[in-house]
């Protein structure tokens, strides 16, 4: 009598084949899915690995071989670079143009800077220098001489010429300096009617006559020196106003 083999269910069949399998899990590193790897961990050609591009680092690092390693010269701001270096597209160096500064900045020798850029000190303020292409007021003037006081000498409408005011006011203003005894600069001014070429000249007429008088009462004029700035600095919006504006100020030197 032939004995018949034990048939088992096709239902524990399949449960039996799925323990088999489940115990045959990849050693680690090795994979064949994002399960069989630590958290965080990806399965990329069979093996766990950290990422599998960049976008799996977090902020400041890349993806390297399959580990996030941090970027050289990170950075989210200017606060985290060198002195002399910017924050442009996340990355430390020196700028190379204006167009990779913040709005209104220039770039100076690899660094941003909110200087204004000049060609003369005319494109300047008057408090400012012209240095290396930008206005600058780092060089802070010598203090006022305590002594005695210089004072403007006004001009009429469209003249040059100085007035009976003007010239009792420099006759002071020439005591003034022969007592101090420093070189200063004469700034001729205009008020903001005419063109700029028109007031640019006539300014520095003004302050020539000013030179040639200041001369004529014993000054040298080589210690006298004439900076115009036409109607660049006018503030003037009516007539009394731009009263104000017909003048020659002393800067000491």
């Not at 990355?91 to 220039?106: I, T």
């Not at 204004?116 to 060089?139: H, I």
């Not at 305590?146 to 005591?175: G, I, R, W």
Request: hydrophobic share 30%; aromatic share 4%; net charge neutral.
């Amino acid at each position: 009598m032939r004995r018949q083999g034990l048939r088992l269910p096709s239902a524990l069949l399949v449960l039996i084949a799925g323990a088999l399998l489940a115990g045959c899990k990849p050693d680690y590193p090795s994979c064949e899915t994002d399960k069989d790897c630590h958290p965080k961990e990806f399965c990329v050609a069979n093996k766990c690995q950290q990422c599998r591009d960049t976008n799996d680092c977090p902020a400041g690092n890349q993806c390297n071989a399959g580990k996030c390693e941090p970027i050289a010269g990170y950075c989210t701001s200017k606060a985290q670079c060198p002195a002399n270096q910017e924050c442009i597209a996340n990355r430390c160096r020196a700028c190379a143009s204006d167009r990779e500064c913040p709005g209104g900045q220039h770039c100076v020798a690899g660094s941003c800077t909110a200087k204004k850029a000049c060609k003369t000190e005319n494109d300047c303020a008057q408090n400012e220098d012209c240095l290396n292409g930008f206005c600058t007021a780092e060089r802070t003037p010598p203090p006022p001489p305590t002594q005695c006081k210089l004072d403007p000498v006004f001009f009429d409408f469209n003249e040059s010429a100085l007035t009976t005011e003007a010239t009792a006011a420099l006759a002071h203003d020439a005591d003034c300096l022969k007592q101090v005894g420093r070189p200063a600069t004469l700034v001729g001014h205009a008020d903001p009617r005419g063109t700029q070429e028109y007031n640019l000249a006539l300014s520095e007429k003004r302050a020539q006559s000013v030179r040639d008088h200041l001369g004529r009462l014993g000054l040298d004029g080589n210690k006298l020196s004439v900076l115009p700035r036409g109607s660049l600095d006018a503030k003037g919006t009516d007539e009394p106003s731009w009263a104000q504006d017909r003048r020659v100020d002393f800067t000491w030197k």
